[in-house]
């Protein structure tokens, strides 16, 4: 039941991300949240305040990048939840081509409800690959 419950609120948070609106995903965020996107890429770091997280997702909705949710998997009690969040990531070029089509994992910590902690995990190399994409046909979105 709190995996469906999740799921559904997770869809609903990417939904909304996808459509340009990043306040439901930021207003799961702790205060203190810790934020770690792994690999050597522009994307790559650890995000440590809710402005460092924003800043994250608006470069995330600004370059086009969508991302689903296909299965959640939580447990725990509500002031120490975990959460695992399988889906795929993908942009499309102007053209339609799709330029960059990704698997992720995300792995979250949860306290009452708010993001404490999470890390996604992925192919770094296709993030690298996007990266390369951008710099040789849309230089403007990787500032």
Same mark, same amino acid.
């Given at each position: 039941m709190?995996?469906?419950?999740m799921?559904?609120l997770?869809? *609903?948070? =990417?939904?909304r991300?996808?459509? #340009?609106?990043?306040r +439901?995903?930021?207003?799961?965020?702790?205060?203190?949240?810790? &934020?770690? &996107?792994? #690999? %050597?890429?522009?994307?790559? #770091?650890?995000?440590?305040?809710? /402005? /460092?997280h $924003?800043?994250?997702?608006e $470069? *995330?909705?600004r370059v086009?990048?969508k991302?689903?949710?296909d299965?959640v998997?939580?447990? #725990?009690? +509500?002031w !120490?939840?975990?959460?695992c969040?399988r889906g795929?990531s993908? %942009? /499309?070029? +102007?053209?339609?081509?799709?330029?960059?089509? !990704? %698997?992720?994992?995300?792995?979250?910590?949860? $306290?009452w409800? %708010?993001?404490?902690?999470?890390?996604? @995990?992925? /192919?770094?190399?296709?993030a690298?690959?996007?990266?390369e @994409?951008?710099?040789?046909?849309e230089?403007?979105? =990787?500032?």
């Amino acid at each position: 039941m709190v995996s469906w419950v999740m799921k559904q609120l997770i869809s *609903l948070v =990417m939904a909304r991300t996808r459509a #340009g609106d990043i306040r +439901p995903t930021l207003a799961l965020d702790a205060p203190d949240l810790t &934020f770690v &996107f792994p #690999g %050597r890429n522009s994307w790559s #770091g650890t995000y440590r305040t809710r /402005d /460092d997280h $924003r800043q994250w997702l608006e $470069r *995330l909705v600004r370059v086009g990048v969508k991302t689903d949710v296909d299965e959640v998997v939580a447990g #725990g009690w +509500p002031w !120490n939840m975990t959460a695992c969040i399988r889906g795929r990531s993908w %942009r /499309d070029a +102007p053209s339609g081509e799709r330029v960059y089509d !990704n %698997r992720y994992v995300i792995w979250a910590k949860l $306290r009452w409800g %708010r993001l404490k902690a999470y890390e996604v @995990y992925e /192919d770094t190399e296709k993030a690298q690959a996007l990266d390369e @994409y951008l710099t040789a046909h849309e230089p403007a979105l =990787m500032a």
